[in-house]
């Protein structure tokens, strides 16, 4: 079993920056990829950016790229990865949610991922 917290949500201005965390605690050995995706109220929840843990590959959603990035840590119990998020713009307000993949095949869609957090809401002022 995986337990995701994640962290460092918040209130900002347009054009301004947060980094967020998610912990992963447990089995994390059984993870081979974290996503961070979004979700406002009546949408889907949207992937924005996928780590793959051992090679620490990359993938962004095109409406990310180039302002957000994800990194992790060096450790594996608890994994911390990291949201950087800078140039925040109002349709980025949403809460935030970490997800886990077993197999680090996942790239950006939710139904792939079997590990959730709780979330964290964000929220860009223009």
């Known amino acids: 079993e995986v337990r995701l917290v994640e962290s460092g949500g918040g209130l900002v201005q347009a054009g301004g920056s947060l980094r967020l965390s998610c912990a992963a605690h447990?089995?994390?050995?059984?993870?081979?990829?974290i996503g961070w995706f979004r979700q406002v109220p009546g949408r889907d929840r949207e992937g924005i950016a996928t780590?793959?843990?051992?090679?620490?590959?990359?993938?962004?959603a095109d409406s990310v790229k180039g302002r957000f990035t994800i990194s992790r840590d060096d450790a594996w119990n608890p994994v911390t990865v990291y949201l950087q998020m800078d140039n925040l713009e109002p349709e980025d307000t949403a809460v935030y949610y970490c997800?886990?993949?077993?197999?680090?095949?996942?790239?950006?869609?939710?139904?792939?991922?079997?590990?959730w957090g709780q979330g964290t809401q964000v929220t860009v002022s223009s």
């Open positions: 997800g886990a993949d077993k197999w680090g095949f996942a790239q950006l869609s939710a139904p792939d991922f079997h590990y």
């Open positions: 780590i793959t843990l051992s090679t620490l590959t990359t993938i962004y």
């Open positions: 447990g089995f994390t050995f059984d993870v081979g990829a």
